[in-house]
């Protein structure tokens, strides 16, 4: 999930207020502008809600808000995304986004819970950017464990950041990538290609290319899958034609997450529509939780420790 996809309406404006920005009138203002229903209109609401993101506090605020939340549902690790070009577009340092996510990492550290941070980069911007703030992520390494592309997928191909990612892998970095939510299949193609992902974000219109849904199967690859957003945005038609249920059958590792929680529900929301809309089976939520830990970047001694703990309360069941 995404750090900017945490700001609430309510953050947006306290924020705001508070740094002499008002992207939006009210909060409730806020909440309209947040219903979207394209990609393209999610982005740029998304985008004018990180313009309240200024200083370091801001972002250890943000941050340190959704850990809480993430905690209280019974999560155990995150995996953090962020966009710095959101960021440094506006002026704001490198320094301080990661100063503040530092302090919120602190935090989640004290309360009982697992963070590392995933750097996007975006897609429609070029790669020579995104290579120069690679490079000024150097003292921050500790705290990123893979770097990744999000943002608008039609007309940029992932092949643009072939340097970018072979660059990243260098550096011993793990490797992910949006592709085919509202990009076409191909694009899962290239990513898995040319920039050799470890894992898939979103993949949901791999149906559309049996045979590339068949590799992906034989290949047991790593996708990660947001119902909620999926549907709300438009590139998955409902709930119940979610492609989540098929993609474990077929033999992919899907995992379920919320994308953008102040956008399109917790975690825990997400489990629950795309359960009820797929009849999913006890057993069959299970493997979706299981895949969450296999496929993390977490260590395998940690993630042992995680799926034996997962065991003994899951108990039996169909």
């Given at each position: ?15 705001g ?13 806020a ?12 982005l ?18 943000v941050?340190s ?18 966009d ?6 506006r ?8 100063e ?7 935090h ?24 120069e ?33 072979r660059?990243a ?10 592709a085919?939510f ?18 898939i ?24 899958v947001?119902?909620?957003?999926e ?10 034609e ?19 929680p ?13 359960a009820?809309?797929?009849e999913l ?30 065991d003994?309360?899951a108990?039996?069941g169909?």
């Amino acid at each position: 999930m995404h750090l900017e996809g945490c700001v609430t309406p309510e953050q947006v404006i306290a924020t705001g207020r508070r740094n002499g920005v008002d992207p939006f009138a009210s909060v409730d203002a806020a909440r309209v502008a947040y219903d979207v229903a394209s990609l393209d209109d999610f982005l740029e609401i998304y985008a004018k809600a990180a313009t309240v993101l200024l200083h370091a506090e801001d972002f250890a605020e943000v941050a340190s808000a959704y850990f809480d939340s993430a905690v209280a549902e019974g999560v155990r690790h995150v995996e953090l995304m962020l966009d710095p070009q959101a960021h440094t577009t506006r002026g704001v340092l490198v320094e301080t986004v990661f100063e503040g996510l530092a302090r919120a990492q602190c935090h989640a550290a004290r309360i009982g819970l697992s963070t590392m941070l995933i750097v996007n980069f975006m897609r429609e911007r070029d790669e020579e950017e995104a290579l120069e703030i690679l490079a000024s992520l150097a003292p921050y390494r500790a705290q990123i464990v893979a770097i990744g592309i999000d943002s608008a997928e039609v007309g940029h191909s992932p092949g643009k950041f072939t340097r970018l990612f072979r660059q990243a892998r260098a550096m011993g970095l793990k490797l992910v990538a949006h592709a085919g939510f509202e990009g076409p299949p191909e694009d899962i193609e290239e990513a898995l290609d040319l920039l050799q992902v470890d894992r898939i974000d979103h993949g949901n219109r791999v149906y559309e290319r049996p045979a590339l849904a068949r590799r992906l199967g034989e290949a047991g690859t790593a996708v990660t899958v947001c119902p909620r957003s999926e549907v709300q945005l438009g590139v998955v038609a409902s709930l119940a034609e979610h492609p989540v249920r098929q993609m474990l059958v077929d033999g992919m590792r899907p995992s379920l997450h919320s994308d953008d929680p102040a956008w399109f529900g917790s975690i825990t929301e997400n489990y629950r529509v795309i359960a009820e809309a797929s009849e999913l089976t006890r057993s069959e939520i299970r493997q979706l939780v299981r895949n969450s830990f296999t496929t993390s970047f977490l260590p395998a001694s940690s993630v042992a420790l995680y799926l034996a703990e997962l065991d003994a309360k899951a108990g039996g069941g169909s």
